[in-house]
Nanobody
Framework: QVQLVESGGGLVQAGGSLRLSCAASGRIFSSYAMGWFRQAPGKEREFVATINWSGLSTYYADSVKGRFTISRDNSKNTVYLQMNSLKPEDTAVYYC???????????????????WGQGTQVTVSS
């Protein structure tokens, strides 16, 4: 069983930046794809970005492409989400989750992810 703990959220003005971290406990973190998702009040949880087990392949939602960057450090069992040029519509609780093992086919489908973290709040003021 893998436990995921997100951190790095906070309040930022529009145009600002934040870096989220997701630390994983347990072994074989490096075997799995990892994903970031978000859920705004009154809305369904949505896909943000995903990265494959090696870190060489990434995939982003159109709404964040060019502004957000997902990365991972397998030696630290941590995945990151660098968020630049933040907009008020980016306000949400951000979650990380574990994706499929040893895959080069990245998916935005939430049903393919498990071991969800507790989330970290990101608030972008206008």
């Amino acid at each position: 069983q893998v436990q995921l703990v997100e951190s790095g959220g906070g309040l930022v003005q529009a145009g600002g930046s934040l870096r989220l971290s997701c630390a994983a406990s347990g072994r074989i973190f490096s075997s799995y794809a990892m994903g970031w998702f978000r859920q705004a009040p009154g809305k369904e949880r949505e896909f943000v970005a995903t990265i494959n087990w090696s870190g060489l392949s990434t995939y982003y939602a159109d709404s964040v492409k060019g502004r957000f960057t997902i990365s991972r450090d397998n030696s630290k069992n941590t995945v990151y989400l660098q968020m630049n040029s933040l907009k008020p519509e980016d306000t949400a609780v951000y979650y990380c989750a574990r994706g499929p093992v040893y895959t080069s086919v990245l998916t935005p489908d939430l049903r393919q992810y498990d071991n969800w973290g507790q989330g970290t709040q990101v608030t972008v003021s206008s």
